[in-house]
């Protein structure tokens, strides 16, 4: 209109013309005077403008039509899900507050009829939201009835339309127009089309199109879930695409889509299958558009406001009020800021986009609050991993190191600008506590690794990010090592060269923690190698123990030599197994063997969950290697929990239902040993499995876990109390009034520690070395006369027997018979094969031998020679012990051994020993002092070798009295005397790495148990083959030709790599006992009760009261406010008296608020007096909300302000007043309280605003 008036030469009055115009025209326009002066310009003008609107709004139609058959046809419509709800809701508000604002402009912002006509619309929406009566009648009438009053009152007082009209009251009257003048003054005079001025308004019109495409895709959000019925998005669509196509050849505006009207129709009408409203609305609109609009000119501008009251209801209360019972007061926040933008700005295109960006800053804001890190940062102590290591003592001294040495962060979500900065802080402030704490490089962070198991992506603020924190650690020669990346995103982090695939990405997080535990295990064993070169007797004792853990898988097993006399092997099988073919058991079976794994490796697979077509998924659980047990459940009879499939080649032993059963009968304390180390392993195991199915349901495998031990504490007792000494007691006198020497056994108090309480293993073997120290005290081991070596009993000669068999061979020598000869190369088998384990295999006889010279050589090896003086002090004790028969009891054997070496032996162990001596005599439960003498000479020679290495610890420690003790310690500056590390490795390196049971906190010292394990702790599998089946006669003696030909030498050069990594286990110190906690200070009594009253009606009936008689003071308040205008007038018309009697009802109100606000205000800081708490008490929303409603008065009234009138404050305030009656309402048990209170605050709302504007 505007162009087209400067094209023809005339002024522009179209801003007059426009609809929401309040200002009064400055001139005529095409209109008397003016027309006179240019008729021919003001008739070109109007059918230029006739036809070029009527082409507008038919393009534009059209345009719509195809933008929506087109997102039908392609099946857009799925993408409406992804706007935030917020928007929706945002968006449809603004919808209805324009509604309101024309409701408002029509009654043209009178009171009387605005608030009639909010009154008639408010009711028209209760009766169809709460379906009172039946809607269908009820609507009509509540229609016609204030409509039928007005005209009898308009007749009853003797007025016509012209008055009404003149008074307005009624619109001013349009004309008829027939319908084909759409046509005629369009196409018939398409010459009149001003093409040029048509696209001035382009720009305009391109707006227009995604205001309106927006507002059908948020309306069919927005309605589809509203009825009963699943419409078809993307069907609706198109229909409406194809019905404005059609309605744009009838010059026709956009309308509402079909999806739109039948939900009003369902709101009404209660029934989806019911189409008479659309049928009635149809031929309504149809007689209008073929007859005459003449009726519309008799309806008053109350009765088109109460409808637009009524249309608009549904938006406010709905979207505005009713979104708040599902969306977080931030995402509330955010609609009303959309509503403040079309506020401010009249244009839902802005208000939209200011949406959207209020969305992505909150989602920003809420996402950056997320961390991108799942849980804390983990230690290379609390992850679980498939494999064990070489042992639980080993995987102790294993975890002490990763624990330094190693941080997992699994990362989660979309890693972006701003949660990024998370995963930054963390590692950065890692490092700088190491550099501000002085850390030695040895302790110092070597690997991060960052599990993207759950990680969504990253942009590319994240990957700058990312690629900071591995050039820092680069620097640092930290390695950054990734795993579980999917294929694309570990591209484009090798693109932006955060990682290298072929070095750095691991398939999961256990390949990336085994890849580390391998380079920890190097690292502990070349510290063991230097270890070593402090004494030539470290080297010798590791040597004897790798030379039977390369024989047989029981060290870890039988924890003393007590338990394992008997030869074992009489009760096991042997098993070759092949990787990928041998199945040990599966889950279920029944009657299966109890494995014990030598060589080799043995994965389990367990259930989890249901696969496809319904049947159990099988997963890796984990992976066995020597030592480990396997289908334990057949000890307790039950079936297989697990398929036990063999992934690398190797040997296990196995113990039949039968077999395990003789054991028990024959051998009964090996059994219980056996038992006892099945139970630690089924603990551990179950422990970890447990613990990892509860991470997974928390969606947290990995995180920190109880050490699996510490759990079966009590049930683990009886076993750690066979292996700890009691302190020695000193010896009764003799009948000679001598004393028996029994130095006392000083253990040390890191005995204490639940490192070491939980391995029953290495305590065995410190508790022997302070055995043979405390023999070597006693003068056992020193130099000097040759002695007397005792015999040996039946049972120890029939196992040497039987492993002379096993490993001997049938040879023929010349023209004799074939003789059995045990080869030179096989006696170091045999010595094993009968649990002689400190003999080296290179000081055995290096010729062939017959069974005599086994036997002779057994013996030597068997037992301890005793000198004269030794052998009268055993005399003297039996004298005492001798019933006359030169004989005395099995059971006392135990008693005795305390009595002469000071030591108390374990009850079970002893007779176990006793036994092997007892059947030779009558009766078999009484020995002979020889006999006697021989158990002490086998107990001393089973300490030769902890006395050996023994003498280099002691050395080492430069110790004169041959004994430990817990005041005994390995400091630097000893190690620095006795041994020259070569250049880069530090003494203090070497005690750190020694020193797990404390954690490294021995700050450069290492206790003398520390120092022990040193040398107890086996670093490698040794991979050696089992013994073959035991031979007892001479007759399973196989011929030489059946032997493969073997060198002594195996034994010892056989091993694998540390390709064993394992379950970690870090100790949680669980604390159960409570502490009471008591307030320092005593609760202000007056807070409570005042917080109780003013916030808790249900704390009391005065509560209670308090409550009701607020919210009628709420509501007084906002009935003032709307009387005011009624009574009165606008502000600036009132008189002085009126403006008196308001602002004291003002005054009262705010004093009753201010009251409130000010009691709540101190009750809270009187119960924390902080400051932070009275500033944080104006930070909730509510009291933010009074806070603004009495401020007003203060500033405005008191202290008389002028800018802040400006500002709107005290139209402000009285919103916020209003507000408070919604806020009261929530709680309200009528469900019309809440949507009437949302109602009149944003009706009074626009109210005030706009007579605050007017003003």
Avoid at 1149 to 1161: A, G, H, N, Y
Wanted: charged fraction near 20%; charge should be negative; aromatic fraction near 10%.
């Amino acid at each position: 209109a505007e162009d087209l008036a400067m094209q023809v030469g005339l002024s522009d009055g179209a801003d007059s013309r426009r609809l929401k115009s309040s200002l009064p025209t400055s001139q005529d326009f095409c209109t008397g005077q003016h027309l006179l002066n240019n008729r021919f310009e003001c008739e070109t003008y109007h059918e230029q403008l006739r036809a070029t609107t009527i082409f507008a709004v038919a393009t534009s139609s059209a345009m719509l039509g195809v933008i929506y058959f087109a997102l039908g046809r392609l099946r857009l419509t799925a993408y409406m899900s992804a706007i935030p709800l917020s928007i929706t809701e945002g968006f449809l508000a603004c919808i209805g507050y324009k509604v309101f604002n024309y409701a408002l402009y029509f009654c043209q912002f009178e009171p009387l009829h605005f608030m009639s006509a909010a009154a008639l619309g408010l009711l028209l929406y209760f009766c169809k939201a709460l379906h009172i009566g039946r809607p269908a009648i009820v609507l009509p009438l509540v229609l016609m009835i204030p409509l039928g009053l007005f005209w009898g009152g308009v007749f009853a007082l003797g007025y016509d339309a012209a008055y009404m009209r003149e008074s307005k009251w009624l619109f001013s009257e349009m004309e008829n127009e027939p319908f084909y003048l759409v046509w005629a003054d369009c196409l018939g005079k398409h010459q009149q089309i001003n093409l040029n001025a048509w696209s001035k308004t382009v720009p305009d019109l391109v707006v227009m199109l995604i205001v309106c495409t927006l507002d059908c895709a948020l309306k069919l959000r927005a309605t589809e879930s509203k009825l009963p019925l699943q419409p078809d998005p993307d069907a609706e669509i198109m229909r409406f695409g194809v019905f404005n196509c059609l309605l744009s050849s009838c010059g026709g505006a956009v309308t509402y889509m079909q999806l739109k009207f039948s939900v009003i129709s369902f709101g009404v009408m209660r029934n989806a299958d019911d189409r008479r409203a659309g049928m009635f609305f149809a031929i309504l609109c149809g007689v209008c558009y073929f007859t005459t609009i003449e009726l519309f000119n008799y309806l008053p501008r109350v009765f088109l406001s109460a409808l637009l009251f009524f249309a608009g209801a549904g938006f406010v209360i709905d979207n505005l009020w009713g979104s708040r019972k599902y969306l977080h007061l931030s995402e509330g926040l955010e609609i009303v800021g959309i509503v403040a933008v079309f506020v401010i700005s009249g244009q839902l295109l802005f208000a939209v986009l200011a949406g959207s960006l209020l969305s992505g800053i909150a989602f920003i804001a809420k996402y950056a609050r997320v961390s991108a890190i799942a849980g804390r940062p983990l230690r290379g102590n609390e992850v679980i991993t498939r494999e064990r290591p070489v042992g639980e003592v080993a995987h102790q001294s294993l975890i002490h190191i990763a624990a330094a040495w190693m941080l997992i962060l699994r990362l989660k979500g979309y890693v972006f600008f701003s949660s990024s900065q998370a995963i930054l802080q963390c590692i950065e402030g890692h490092f700088k506590d190491e550099d501000m704490s002085c850390v030695p490089q040895y302790k110092r962070l070597k690997y991060i690794i960052f599990c993207a198991k759950l990680l969504d992506g990253m942009d590319a603020s994240g990957a700058l990010c990312m690629l900071r924190i591995r050039r820092a650690a680069a620097r640092r020669g930290v390695r950054v090592l990734w795993t579980d990346l999917t294929e694309s995103l570990a591209e484009e982090l090798s693109f932006r060269e955060i990682l290298d695939m072929d070095l750095d990405l691991y398939e999961d997080l256990d390949a990336a923690v085994t890849f580390v535990e391998h380079q920890i295990l190097d690292y502990r064993a070349a510290q063991q190698d230097k270890w070593m070169q402090l004494h030539p007797a470290f080297e010798a004792d590791a040597k004897l123990m790798r030379q039977r853990i390369c024989f047989e898988p029981f060290r870890e097993i039988f924890l003393s030599e007590g338990a394992r006399i008997g030869c074992p092997w009489r009760y096991c099988s042997r098993l070759h197994i092949k990787r990928g073919e041998t199945i040990l058991c599966r889950t279920g079976d029944a009657n299966q063997p109890l494995y014990l794994i030598h060589s080799g490796a043995v994965a389990l697979w367990e259930c989890h969950g249901a696969g496809k077509n319904h049947s159990l998924a099988k997963r890796l659980s984990s992976v066995r290697r020597q030592g480990w047990f396997l289908n334990t459940q057949a000890v307790f009879g039950q079936p297989a929990s697990a398929d036990a499939v063999a992934v690398e080649d190797g040997e296990v032993l196995c113990w039949s239902k039968e077999q395990w059963w003789q054991l028990a009968n024959e051998r009964p304390l090996m059994m219980m040993e056996l038992m006892k180390a099945v139970m630690r392993q089924e603990i551990i195991f179950k422990q970890e499995h447990d613990l990892e199915h509860l991470h997974d349901a928390e969606n947290e495998r990995y995180s920190r876990r109880r050490n699996a031990f510490e759990v079966s504490e009590q049930h683990n007792k009886d076993a750690m109390e066979t292996m700890l000494p009691s302190p020695a007691q000193t010896c009764e006198p003799t009948s000679g009034g001598q004393k028996v020497p029994a130095p006392p056994i000083i253990l040390s108090e890191v005995f204490g520690h639940k490192s070491m309480q939980m391995l029953p293993q290495l305590q065995a073997r410190i508790t022997d070395m302070f055995i043979a120290s405390a023999l070597g005290a006693l003068g056992f081991f020193l130099p000097g006369e040759e002695g007397i070596l005792p015999e040996l009993p039946k049972l120890l000669k029939e196992c040497l027997r039987i492993a002379f068999f096993t490993f001997a061979e049938r040879r023929a020598v010349g023209d004799d018979l074939p003789q059995i000869v045990l080869p030179a190369s096989r006696v170091i088998k045999a010595l094993l094969h009968v649990g002689i384990f400190h003999v080296h295999a290179e000081k055995v006889c290096k010729d062939d031998l017959l069974l005599e010279g086994f036997l002779d050589l057994g013996r030597k090896c068997h037992l301890a020679r005793l000198a004269p003086s030794q052998l009268e002090k055993i005399e003297l004790l039996c004298s005492r012990h001798d019933d006359g028969t030169g004989l005395f009891a099995v059971a006392e054997t135990t008693d005795m051994l305390k009595m002469l070496f000071g030591i108390e032996f374990d009850v079970a162990i002893n007779d176990a020993v006793a036994q092997c001596w007892g059947p030779e005599t009558y009766p078999d439960t009484h020995i002979t002092s020889e006999q006697f003498a021989g158990i002490v000479s086998w107990y001393v020679k089973r300490r030769e070798r902890d006395w050996n290495l023994l003498q280099g610890v002691l050395e080492i420690l430069k110790c004169t009295n041959n004994l430990l003790s817990d005041s005994t310690f390995l400091e630097v500056d000893d190690l620095r005397s006795h041994f020259s590390p070569p250049e880069g490795t530090l003494p203090e390196e070497m005690i750190w790495g020694a020193d797990w049971i404390s954690g490294g906190q021995g700050q450069g010292i290492l206790d003398v148990c520390s120092f022990l394990t040193v040398f107890l702790t086996n670093l490698q599998l040794e991979s050696g083959r089992l013994p073959p089946a035991c031979a007892f006669s001479e007759s399973d003696v196989l011929d030489a030709a059946e032997w493969p030909a073997m060198s002594c030498d195996d034994i010892l050069e056989r091993s694998i790599s540390y390709h064993s990594p394992g379950h970690t286990a870090v100790v949680v110190s669980i604390d159960k006992k409570t502490s009471e906690t008591l307030d320092p200070f005593q609760t202000p009594r007056w807070a409570r009760i005042t917080l109780d009253l003013l916030e808790i009606p249900e704390s009391s009936k005065a509560a209670l009261c308090i409550t009701r008689c607020m919210a009628g003071v709420v509501v007084l308040n906002v009935i003032c406010i709307c009387l005011e205008p009624l009574i009165s007038g606008k502000r600036a018309n009132q008189t002085s008296e009126a403006r008196s009697i308001w602002l004291t009802a003002d005054i009262f109100f705010i004093s009753v608020f201010s009251l409130d606000l000010l009691l709540r205000w101190l009750a809270t800081v009187s119960l924390d007096p902080k400051l932070m708490t009275a500033v944080s008490f104006f930070t909730h929303p509510a009291n933010i909300c009074d806070l603004i409603a009495i401020c007003e008065i203060f500033f405005d009234h008191l202290m008389h302000l002028p800018l802040l009138r400006a500002l709107m404050l005290e139209r402000i305030a009285r919103i916020f007043r209003i507000a408070k009656l919604v806020m009261l309402s929530k709680d309200s048990k009528l469900p019309a309280v809440a949507p009437l209170a949302a109602f009149i605050l944003v009706i009074m709302g626009m109210y005030l605003i706009y007579i605050e504007q007017d003003a």
